[in-house]
């Protein structure tokens, strides 16, 4: 039996019909073609979606940061108005807002010239697979990786350095004491933050946070995390049943990347993902990961359980600017002439854009990590509990998937910043994968640069950046000239498109005051040549207004889907 865990599902029901006078009325360079099929299907039909508009092309300047992101989420706003629709939430990380049309209203939507593009409000749900009869395992995957070697030579636990669990929550487990710095809840009408755990209905963020930062408490050792002293965030944004949507998934990635400095938050572990629909270069999701890149926080990303064959790799994993992570099987041993590939772990290249992915592969199978009592999985499947010889409460939990591999990356890099603070995601990236444990198994579209290995990663002095041989997304790419104006440009080949641009002026040509600002640039200029230390991040996720709904909140299951954590084979 295979293990899965935490891959999220998108169903999209997409029809064939429509009606002429809605054929004719929109514009399809500014919607998803998937989405569209299925609003001509069902003109009549709401639905939510995200709406982003045309930014500003303008230099930032000194004190207009924020106000020209606050003129790109009005615009939104105002667009939905004008056409019919009601406005729920602000979306400023990726210049749009959260809406509720009818098909028809999203069709002429596309044809406003203030609006950039229209996507679909995606439900996701998070499917869990138990392994039966699994024999007990312990902490195999922690000790392959080399992280006991990292607290005994070099002296790191991951002390300070803050990782973001963004997931269904964190239970306040003995093992996480004092060490969950912030929470917040955005499957909730009026998310606040609070300085003590708000709970894990689910089950699933809890187990996550405990491969980063469990110390361990509660099995003398035996169950510790890969950062034991770390501090978590915990960002809820998928309810008990392991639903949420797109939405819900950028506003908390909205908070993290306002809140970063104040919880010192260096490391965002997303284990959950969705089928891909399209390109990444249209995906929002990856562009508010490529964001909190650029902006000095590492996205890690689960690959996904839909493997073993090739193209099954999830969004946001399948971005180029993040670090993503496939589930080894280490047999239940730290040795490593045992391992394979995880049969269920997804792998590249990716569907639409050919990249290779994973990136790198962690421990992913029979995952003995925190146990959250009650919760929806604890409920479900009460034979993955764990008790410790002499306990008397089962306080740990056995799971397994890409969702138990990315967590262990994401100590790893928590390691990193506390022996070397002021790495740059780049550079944590090209650690991790020049630092990789060889497999002698797959290819690099299976298992990537190879088996992470904490204790290298960690000691490393390499300087180097990992440079992505893909550009940004066009959302990214749009929003982020603004800030970058003026800049020296990089070119990633001189010889590209013939060695000019879109307008016949030769690469070494190209200056601000001719440059046609198009795909043809974005997809030859190197953006890790910019200097983004200077960008006042705070510009880009102004948060104040608040179109919140009163009547209905679209957060997945909570509105009736009858999602759930369903075993799947």
């Not at 992570?325 to 041993?333: E, K, P, S, Y």
């Not at 939990?397 to 002021?422: D, F, H, K, W």
Request: aromatic share 8%; glycine share 10%; proline share 4%.
């Amino acid at each position: 039996m295979r293990w899965l865990t935490a891959t999220i599902t998108v169903a999209l029901l997409l029809g064939t019909a429509a009606t002429p006078s809605a054929a004719n009325s929109f514009d399809p360079t500014k919607i998803d073609a998937s989405f569209l099929t299925e609003i001509l299907a069902a003109a009549t039909d709401d639905f939510d979606v995200i709406v982003r508009s045309v930014p500003e092309d303008k230099a930032a300047k000194d004190g207009q940061v924020a106000r020209a992101a606050e003129r790109q989420v009005e615009r939104a706003a105002k667009s939905v108005k004008k056409h019919g629709g009601s406005v729920k939430q602000a979306l400023a990380i990726v210049g749009a807002v959260s809406a509720r049309l009818k098909g028809v209203q999203i069709l002429k939507l596309t044809r406003d010239d203030d609006v950039d593009y229209v996507v679909k409000d995606q439900k996701l749900q998070a499917q869990f697979d138990p392994a039966l009869d699994s024999a007990k395992a312990g902490s195999a995957g922690i000790l392959e990786v080399g992280a006991p070697q990292a607290w005994s030579q070099l002296g790191i636990t991951g002390r300070g350095v803050g990782v973001a669990v963004v997931d269904s929550g964190v239970y306040a487990h003995p093992d996480l004491a004092g060490r969950i710095v912030a929470a917040i809840d955005f499957t909730t009408l009026a998310p606040t933050v609070s300085n003590v755990a708000q709970g894990d209905l689910g089950g699933h963020g809890t187990h996550v946070a405990g491969l980063i930062a469990g110390d361990g408490t509660r099995s003398a050792g035996l169950y510790t995390g890969v950062a034991p002293n770390a501090n978590i965030i915990d960002v809820r944004v998928i309810d008990a049943n392991g639903s949420s949507n797109v939405s819900i998934i950028l506003r908390g990635l909205q908070w993290v990347l306002a809140n970063r400095t104040t919880y010192n938050i260096k490391v965002v572990n997303m284990s959950l993902g969705a089928t891909p629909t399209g390109s990444y270069k249209s995906d929002l999701m990856a562009t508010a990961a490529e964001i909190l890149n650029f902006a000095g926080v590492n996205v890690v990303v689960s690959a996904g359980n839909t493997g073993p064959f090739a193209g099954t790799i999830t969004t946001p994993a399948t971005d180029p600017y993040v670090i993503t992570v496939g589930a080894l099987d280490d047999n239940a041993t730290p040795l490593l002439a045992d391992d394979l590939m995880a049969t269920f772990s997804s792998r590249g290249k990716t569907l639409f854009d050919r990249i290779a992915k994973p990136d790198l592969l962690a421990p992913g199978r029979k995952m003995v990590s925190l146990r959250s009592p009650g919760s929806e999985l604890d409920s479900l499947f009460p034979d993955r509990q764990v008790t410790v010889l002499g306990s008397l409460s089962a306080d740990y939990y056995r799971l397994s998937g890409t969702s138990m591999a990315a967590p262990v990356v994401a100590g790893t890099i928590a390691l990193m910043y506390e022996r070397s603070p002021n790495l740059t995601p780049a550079q944590v990236k090209k650690r991790l994968k020049s630092t990789v444990t060889p497999l002698a198994f797959g290819t690099t579209l299976d298992r990537g640069a190879g088996l992470v290995n904490a204790y290298r990663a960690s000691a490393s002095a390499d300087t180097g950046k990992e440079i992505s041989a893909d550009r940004v997304s066009d959302a990214f790419a749009k929003d982020m000239k603004r800030f970058i104006q003026g800049q020296h440009f990089v070119w990633r080949d001189l010889a590209y498109n013939g060695g000019v641009d879109s307008g016949g002026v030769t690469w070494e040509g190209v200056t601000w005051e001719n440059v046609r600002w198009d795909a043809v640039t974005w997809e030859n200029v190197m953006w890790e040549g910019f200097t983004w230390e200077g960008v006042t991040w705070e510009g880009v996720t102004w948060e104040t207004v608040n179109w919140q709904s009163t009547d209905q909140q679209s957060t997945g299951a909570q509105t009736g889907t009858g999602a759930f954590w369903d075993p799947v084979d």
